[in-house]
């Protein structure tokens, strides 16, 4: 049987394999002379001038006749990489957007040539099977004593964190229990929970002060205590007492904040929400995949006992986007998701043993994005992908030793997961974010910012676990090339 011509030859199949092969090679020849051309973290230049270079390669778009496929991919490909922020770089260094494994990018190469769709088993036989096991070994790492936990597969930690308050919001409720679910976070708490509460109709939650970072559980025992009822009224809840209706009030801790990575006192913060009698759900986004490591996952004692859990692997997992996770300690904290549509999921077909996949997500159609991560976790196992973890965290380490001996420099504090808080000594918040800026211009470090208490930082969050000591050394020169005298 011939095969298609490469524009339209399908990527499943038998024939399949055959008409990727010279079109892998076209990719990856583009990769390589991208990467190389760019010769960097980042291009340099600037929006206006990665802009350009967009428009001189690649437009039109859309032509009446197209153009060869080869050359079409390969000078699309070629100008991403060109205009590429490369994670992989160790001067890249300023978001949660971490370096993909080579293993997890194949496997998800896989998933696109396979097609999936993960709303119904008839469309992903395998792979709904497969996302089961995985996503219940992932939730038996976040709950090791719980029967049998779970977790859905989400786009990342924004839906996660969507989906936990949407099970809250939905829980049964005991007696006395009513209104409106009532949101208790930090001001460290991601900018997603603000968000959700509004997508879900819920009121504005009530946001702690963080002075240090994390929630003070004093103030949250103060917060709780009024929201109950036991220390009079709290903002728009209004006059409240002993004998007055409670409304049900759901907690949120972070472990591993996007500003400075700090973890909330999560043992503390579990004891009051049971004494109050509240939800517990911690964003472990950036956290979480302290589990994998032998030496650091006790600085996530405490996370078991929340009632949902965001984990996050497109940051220090190394997948691919997207990568996200919620876990939960029993399949009927689910049960609000359970949704049914004929074409999907009959009552029937349901009956006879055919597996329901509608109500594990709200989107419908989706990826297998379980693959790469199952890949993953075979290949490296909880002690490969520990000790990818613990190099990360040890890096951050070694940046600060360097701030810490460096005269001209100021550290924030000392690093909790892999980011790095610093500013060039005396540098006021005009002049860091000139320097930043003037280095993502010039194309040599992608650095960050962050507000805190005492002012602008320049943020480094280091997710490439090969990162050695001679690049965060001179990364730190080219901060001081930038920094005025």
């Given at each position: 049987?011939?095969v298609?011509?490469?524009?339209t030859?399908?990527?499943?199949?038998?024939?399949?394999?055959r008409?990727?092969?010279?079109?892998?090679?076209t990719?990856?020849?583009?990769?390589?002379t991208?990467?190389?051309?760019?010769?960097?973290?980042l291009?340099?230049?600037?929006?206006?001038?990665?802009?350009?270079?967009?428009?001189?390669t690649?437009?039109p778009l859309?032509s009446?006749?197209?153009?060869?496929?080869?050359?079409?991919?390969r000078?699309l490909?070629?100008?991403?990489?060109?205009?590429?922020?490369?994670?992989?770089?160790?001067?890249?260094?300023?978001?949660l957007h971490?370096?993909?494994?080579?293993?997890?990018?194949a496997?998800?190469?896989?998933?696109s040539?396979?097609?999936p769709s993960m709303?119904?088993?008839?469309?992903?036989p395998?792979?709904?099977?497969?996302?089961?096991?995985?996503?219940?070994?992932?939730?038996?790492?976040?709950?090791?004593?719980a029967?049998?936990?779970?977790?859905?597969?989400?786009?990342?930690?924004?839906e996660?964190n969507?989906?936990?308050?949407l099970?809250?919001?939905?829980?049964?409720?005991?007696?006395?229990?009513?209104?409106?679910l009532r949101?208790?976070?930090g001001?460290?708490?991601h900018?997603?929970v603000?968000r959700?509460?509004?997508?879900l109709?819920?009121?504005e939650?009530?946001?702690?002060?963080?002075?240090h970072?994390?929630?003070d559980p004093a103030?949250?025992?103060?917060?709780?205590?009024?929201l109950?009822g036991?220390?009079?009224?709290?903002?728009?809840?209004?006059?409240?007492g002993?004998?007055?209706?409670v409304?049900?009030i759901?907690l949120?801790?972070?472990?591993?904040?996007t500003d400075a990575?700090?973890?909330d006192?999560?043992p503390?913060?579990a004891?009051?929400?049971?004494q109050?009698g509240?939800?517990?759900?911690?964003d472990?986004?950036y956290g979480?995949p302290l589990?994998?490591?032998?030496?650091?996952?006790?600085?996530?004692t405490?996370?078991?006992?929340?009632?949902?859990?965001?984990l996050?692997?497109?940051?220090?997992?190394w997948q691919?986007?997207?990568?996200g996770l919620?876990?939960?300690?029993?399949?009927a904290?689910l049960?609000?998701?359970?949704h049914?549509?004929?074409?999907?999921?009959?009552?029937?077909?349901?009956?006879?043993?055919?597996?329901d996949l509608?109500g594990?997500s709200?989107?419908?159609?989706r990826?297998?994005d379980?693959?790469k991560?199952?890949?993953?976790?075979?290949?490296?196992?909880?002690?490969?992908?520990?000790?990818?973890?613990d190099?990360?965290?040890?890096?951050?380490?070694?940046?600060?030793?360097?701030?810490?001996?460096?005269p001209?420099y100021?550290?924030?504090?000392?690093?909790?997961?892999?980011?790095?808080?610093?500013?060039?000594t005396d540098?006021d918040d005009?002049?860091l974010?000139?320097?930043?800026?003037?280095?993502?211009?010039?194309?040599h470090a992608?650095l960050?910012?962050a507000?805190?208490?005492?002012?602008?930082w320049?943020?480094?969050t280091?997710?490439?676990?090969?990162?050695?000591?001679?690049?965060?050394t001179?990364?730190?020169?080219?901060?001081e090339?930038?920094?005025?005298?």
């Amino acid at each position: 049987m011939s095969v298609a011509p490469a524009g339209t030859a399908l990527a499943g199949g038998t024939d399949g394999p055959r008409a990727l092969r010279p079109l892998l090679d076209t990719v990856l020849d583009a990769l390589t002379t991208g990467a190389q051309d760019r010769s960097g973290p980042l291009p340099p230049g600037g929006p206006d001038v990665v802009a350009r270079a967009v428009r001189d390669t690649c437009l039109p778009l859309l032509s009446d006749e197209g153009t060869d496929p080869h050359t079409a991919l390969r000078t699309l490909v070629h100008t991403l990489a060109v205009g590429a922020a490369d994670p992989a770089d160790p001067h890249c260094a300023a978001h949660l957007h971490c370096p993909p494994l080579a293993l997890a990018t194949a496997a998800d190469l896989a998933a696109s040539a396979l097609n999936p769709s993960m709303d119904s088993w008839d469309q992903a036989p395998a792979a709904s099977e497969l996302e089961a096991h995985t996503a219940r070994a992932l939730a038996a790492l976040v709950y090791p004593t719980a029967t049998a936990p779970d977790a859905l597969v989400t786009t990342g930690g924004t839906e996660s964190n969507q989906l936990a308050l949407l099970l809250a919001r939905e829980a049964p409720r005991p007696p006395g229990i009513t209104g409106p679910l009532r949101i208790v976070c930090g001001a460290n708490a991601h900018h997603s929970v603000h968000r959700a509460a509004w997508l879900l109709g819920l009121p504005e939650p009530l946001t702690l002060p963080t002075p240090h970072g994390t929630l003070d559980p004093a103030t949250v025992h103060t917060c709780l205590a009024e929201l109950t009822g036991r220390s009079g009224p709290v903002g728009p809840v209004g006059p409240v007492g002993p004998d007055s209706p409670v409304d049900p009030i759901l907690l949120i801790a972070t472990a591993g904040t996007t500003d400075a990575g700090a973890l909330d006192p999560l043992p503390a913060l579990a004891d009051l929400a049971d004494q109050h009698g509240a939800r517990l759900h911690v964003d472990a986004s950036y956290g979480g995949p302290l589990l994998f490591s032998t030496t650091h996952h006790t600085a996530l004692t405490g996370l078991s006992r929340a009632h949902t859990v965001t984990l996050d692997l497109h940051k220090l997992g190394w997948q691919p986007v997207a990568a996200g996770l919620l876990a939960v300690p029993t399949p009927a904290t689910l049960t609000p998701l359970a949704h049914q549509a004929d074409y999907l999921n009959a009552d029937d077909d349901t009956e006879a043993g055919v597996p329901d996949l509608l109500g594990r997500s709200l989107r419908t159609t989706r990826r297998p994005d379980i693959l790469k991560i199952a890949v993953t976790l075979k290949a490296l196992g909880r002690q490969g992908l520990g000790d990818l973890v613990d190099r990360t965290l040890a890096a951050a380490q070694t940046l600060a030793d360097l701030i810490d001996a460096h005269p001209g420099y100021e550290l924030h504090s000392r690093p909790t997961l892999t980011t790095v808080l610093f500013r060039p000594t005396d540098a006021d918040d005009a002049t860091l974010a000139t320097i930043r800026r003037s280095l993502l211009t010039e194309g040599h470090a992608v650095l960050g910012r962050a507000t805190t208490p005492t002012g602008l930082w320049l943020k480094a969050t280091l997710l490439n676990p090969h990162t050695q000591p001679g690049d965060l050394t001179h990364l730190l020169k080219l901060v001081e090339g930038h920094t005025p005298r």
